[in-house]
């Protein structure tokens, strides 16, 4: 499909990008309230058996994903019509997820204005290098990116960092607006943590929040990277980068089963998202079923979407996603040309 059919279809969907309040406070309901109910059965099992405790904080931290869709949508201003509702549920469940509403905005909005660009990297993004700039690189510098992209750093350590540390932090560039919200964010974190803490007891709360924590921050994670690390993904310099294009072609369709779809906010719907951030989580399944043209996307499944892991670099000369192993025939390859 050509970019301006691409273009066209864009404006097709453009009556999806208005928020349903009756959906909206639906979606509030099934899913921040079974939330609470999980983490207080969870935290009752601890007297009946541990294990019984961590099944049901596995299904807790599905739910603390789908909280963090709706917490993506007030950041893209798309969950309610007007702008101080979302913020104010933006900054709650912020809270809940532990991302401050405005600085995370903020570097979202970066990473959909420049997704896939190479120019423009750095923001929101995965870190991502080319083949040419890895080869160029130093030592320390190729040490650095291999120890990044290994799945324990990103999947396992990645979550305590992002969330723990990295969130609790406003750049030196940051606006009033949004440091007083991360402000406020971690007071609120630090305040809630202390009364669970008073109410229940320090280590019942890290048996039930640190898995439920750990689950949903390493399944967060792996959405955002799987999405975009496909091995014929969409990078371009600048000059040649179009909006369009890096929706439909940089971003998947992650075919995920009902339920898994149903807890990750139809988030799977990603080329849809990012084509048009403004349409609410609860329209992207509809916005795909009912328009042919977004079908044709790349689509990933389970299964498939586990080759990303062997992904590290992107060969720009082939336009795909290369591993360490390959990197070897590249190079070859290159000094042939």
Request: charge should be positive; include cysteine; hydrophobic fraction near 40%.
């Amino acid at each position: 499909m050509s970019t301006l059919d691409h273009r066209n279809l864009r404006r097709k969907i453009a009556h999806y990008e208005k928020a349903n309040t009756k959906n909206s406070i639906w979606q509030i309901i099934n899913t921040i309230a079974p939330f609470f109910l999980l983490w207080f059965l969870a935290y009752k099992s601890l007297s009946i058996s541990y294990f019984l405790t961590l099944v049901i904080c596995i299904i807790a931290a599905g739910f603390l994903v789908r909280i963090f869709i709706i917490f993506h949508d007030c950041c893209h201003g798309s969950f309610f019509k007007k702008r101080k509702a979302n913020q104010i549920l933006g900054t709650i469940t912020g809270i809940l997820t532990f991302c401050p509403y405005e600085q995370w905005k903020h570097s979202h909005s970066i990473h959909h204005a420049t997704s896939s660009n190479l120019n423009k990297r750095g923001t929101g993004d995965v870190w991502v290098m080319t083949v040419d700039e890895y080869i160029a690189a130093s030592k320390w510098q190729k040490f650095a990116y291999r120890l990044y992209r290994n799945p324990f750093v990103l999947f396992i350590l990645g979550p305590i960092y992002i969330f723990l540390i990295a969130y609790r932090f406003n750049s030196k560039k940051a606006r009033p607006r949004e440091r007083r919200n991360t402000y406020v964010t971690n007071i609120s974190i630090v305040a809630i943590i202390a009364l669970i803490c008073w109410f229940v007891g320090w280590q019942p709360f890290l048996f039930v929040q640190g898995p439920i924590f750990f689950l949903s921050g390493s399944l967060g994670i792996w959405l955002f990277y799987v999405q975009h690390q496909f091995e014929d993904s969409y990078f371009e310099n600048q000059e040649n980068w179009d909006y369009v294009k890096a929706a439909m072609d940089g971003s998947s369709y992650y075919k995920l089963p009902k339920i898994l779809q149903w807890l990750t906010g139809n988030i799977g719907f990603h080329h849809i998202h990012h084509l048009s951030p403004r349409i609410p989580n609860y329209y992207l399944e509809e916005v795909h079923n009912t328009h042919k043209p977004l079908q044709d996307a790349t689509t990933i499944t389970i299964s498939t979407s586990l080759r990303s892991l062997y992904f590290r670099l992107w060969d720009e000369k082939n336009n795909r996603f290369i591993g360490f192993k390959e990197l070897k025939n590249v190079m070859e390859q290159q000094k042939e040309d």
